[in-house]
T-cell receptor, first 115, second 110 residues
Framework: GPKVLQIPSHQIIDMGQMVTLNCDPVSNHLYFYWYKQILGQQMEFLVNFYNGKVMEKSKLFKDQFSVERPDGSYFTLKIQPTALEDSAVYFC?????????????FGAGTRLSVL | QQKVQQSPESLIVPEGGMASLNCTFSDRNSQYFWWYRQHSGEGPKALMSIFSNGDKKEGRFTAHLNKASLHVSLHIKDSQPSDSALYFCAVVDSNYQLIWGSGTKLIIKP
């Protein structure tokens, strides 16, 4: 089936540093998402992105977070500076159409450990 | 604000048995409902969706929706060890946003 690739699978950084999480979405998809999951619990929506713009974001998408997809390359989530509470698994997802009734395809996640 | 609650938190079912997972939601205008499954170390994967009251069957999996009672469920017949995973209910609210439950951890015991 369609695959979303996330790089790296695990990132360890010191608090206050910048980190960039990379996502290669399904090739013909236009809508991109980031979710946060702590300790295998609830999936928490962060942001969705379409046509170069943030469409929706949650309260968890702090000012230190930013997303972009320059020239059709990786869809990235940047956190600058990082905080201890940013430690989690971050999942990227993509879909071909907008709206929750369309299937989301998730990557395997990037485990971020902030020390 | 839509609330989605899943029960039980965890469930142990013998191999070959029936697993039943429950989900309640609060927004009566919700129209579309998903079950996603997440195996350990992987991202969630869509299992099935339902939008009409009643049952929808796909292989060993049956989803049941009752909008009047704000309830959707997933039943897994002839459970296999590979069905062991975290199962999420997700509900599309009136703003077309996907609201996730907190998940049910299913363990199939050989």
């Amino acid at each position: 089936g369609p695959k979303v690739l996330q790089i790296p699978s695990h990132q360890i950084i010191d608090m206050g540093q910048m980190v960039t999480l990379n996502c290669d979405p399904v090739s013909n998809h236009l809508y991109f998402y980031w979710y946060k999951q702590i300790l295998g619990q609830q999936m928490e929506f962060l942001v969705n992105f379409y046509n170069g713009k943030v469409m929706e974001k949650s309260k968890l998408f702090k000012d230190q977070f930013s997303v972009e997809r320059p020239d059709g390359s990786y869809f990235t989530l940047k956190i600058q500076p990082t905080a201890l509470e940013d430690s989690a698994v971050y999942f990227c997802a993509s879909s071909s159409l907008a709206g929750g009734q369309n299937t989301l395809y998730f990557g395997a996640g990037t485990r971020l450990s902030v020390l | 604000q839509q609330k989605v609650q899943q029960s039980p938190e965890s469930l142990i079912v013998p191999e070959g048995g029936m697993a039943s997972l429950n989900c309640t939601f609060s927004d009566r205008n919700s129209q579309y409902f998903w079950w996603y499954r997440q195996h350990s170390g992987e991202g969630p994967k869509a299992l099935m969706s339902i939008f009409s009251n009643g049952d929808k069957k796909e292989g060993r999996f049956t989803a049941h929706l009752n909008k009047a009672s704000l309830h959707v469920s997933l039943h897994i017949k002839d459970s296999q060890p590979s069905d062991s995973a975290l199962y999420f209910c997700a509900v599309v609210d009136s703003n077309y946003q996907l609201i996730w439950g907190s998940g049910t951890k299913l363990i199939i015991k050989p």
